[in-house]
């Protein structure tokens, strides 16, 4: 069955996918999934990977920057490039990218060839991302476009609560490039899933790449990027390094390391859930809740550094609030993007990854100047902070040109 996905914004067709809605929802997640665990794996086992290299975890933590950067440059390189595919053709090849970017990580002898694995592996990540978002979003009604999306980004949250903390068991046991194969595999997998119940959309041959970059020029598609890639920031700043803090100053057995693990991740699931519940009711208060929210939780951090149930509580409440915000800036770009729905959305997981790239640097420059673990906390909160006052300007400038409503886009 082929079907045309390409709906401007304000269309109220909805896809049936070839096998039903609910196994390509599934497929979609265990998408994010996957690729979910490929990204966060090596916070959890950052430890164990520094050793292998003989790094420092200070400079073991530039692989984590390294995937970044491959996010921030692929998405719209990828996008750009892809306009004229389908977005199950996109889907497809960004899959066969991720699983080869995943086989080099294991191959690689030098910590700098791992970097250059690691950057490669991200470039295919924010289109994922983005892409399955805004199918999932053409299959519901205008009014369920958060829940459809905060359920297919689930799947992130469902990376920190099982396939990071595994990442991190296989890490320790059988090495972190065994870690990394198993992710490959799975990718492969996916890529199954994709090609058997993701419907065969009608690639678009006379699409232009400009269509895309015009979504840039949009004021308000702008500040919601600028508000994920800063106000996403204190999460990371908090997570890289969250092994370290449990090790170095709550000193935790190691078998309670892997079980903040899993309460980060039940903290991700929770906030997507709650974050996409929100926005199809309210799309302003859930961003609003959600940086501020975390900028109150990130400042008990330091505060409860030495007390394993009070950070544990911490640890469940700051990704709770931090990953509301992500359906409700997806849906947000969905709403102004125009005909650059595509690149908008790939580019909020591009801001997801600077925001990645800048709280783990932040960490970084905070330890290395001696500031002290508690510090994270500190750092992470005025990200909080900033990414609220970019949403702020936003609403102002919106109201300002007399906007009272917004365009209701489905992808």
């Not at 005025?382 to 919106?398: D, I, K, P, W």
Request: charged share 10%; hydrophobic share 55%.
């Amino acid at each position: 069955m082929t079907t045309d996905i390409h709906l401007s914004p304000g269309d109220a067709i909805r896809i049936a996918p070839p096998h039903g809605r609910r196994a390509a929802l599934f497929i979609l997640t265990f998408c994010t999934f996957v690729v979910g665990t490929g990204e966060f794996a090596i916070m959890g086992m950052l430890p164990e990977f520094a050793a292998s290299l003989h790094l420092s975890e200070a400079d073991a933590g530039y692989a984590i920057t390294a995937y970044a950067l491959g996010v921030v440059v692929g998405a719209p390189l990828i996008t750009i490039l892809g306009a004229r595919l389908s977005r199950r053709e996109l889907l497809l090849g960004l899959l066969v990218l991720f699983v080869a970017g995943n086989v080099l990580s294991v191959l690689m002898p030098t910590a700098g060839l791992v970097e250059v694995a690691r950057f490669i592996t991200g470039l295919p990540h924010g289109a994922l991302f983005g892409i399955s978002a805004l199918v999932a979003a053409s299959m519901v009604e205008p009014s369920r476009r958060g829940w459809a999306v905060g359920r297919v980004l689930s799947g992130i949250a469902i990376s920190t609560l099982i396939g990071a903390p595994f990442s991190t068991f296989a890490a320790d046991h059988l090495g972190w490039r065994v870690a990394y194969l198993i992710i490959g595999v799975f990718g492969l997998v996916t890529c199954a899933g994709v090609w058997r119940y993701i419907p065969a959309d009608r690639p678009n041959r006379t699409n232009s790449p400009l269509r895309e970059i015009a979504a840039l020029g949009n004021a308000q598609v702008l500040l919601t990027l600028l508000t994920a890639a800063v106000g996403f920031g204190g999460m990371f700043a908090l997570y890289a390094y969250l092994t370290s803090v449990l090790e170095n100053v709550t000193h935790v057995p190691e078998w309670m390391v892997m079980l903040f693990m899993i309460v980060w991740g039940m903290g991700m699931l929770a906030g997507a859930n709650i974050g996409a519940w929100i926005v199809d009711r309210n799309l302003d208060l859930a961003v609003m809740l959600a940086l501020g929210g975390s900028a109150a939780v990130m400042l008990v951090f330091p505060v409860v550094l030495h007390n394993t149930t009070g950070l544990m509580i911490d640890v469940f409440l700051v990704p709770t609030f931090v990953t509301a915000l992500g359906p409700a800036l997806q849906t947000r770009l969905m709403d102004f993007a125009g005909d650059g729905q595509t690149l908008a959305a790939s580019l909020n997981h591009s801001a997801f990854n600077i925001a990645n790239a800048l709280g783990a640097s932040l960490g970084s420059m905070l330890l290395a100047s001696h500031f002290g673990y508690g510090s994270l906390g500190i750092g992470g909160a005025l990200l909080s902070v900033a990414g609220l006052l970019v949403y702020l300007v936003a609403l102002f400038l919106l109201r300002k040109s007399g906007a009272t409503e917004i365009r209701q886009g489905i992808g």
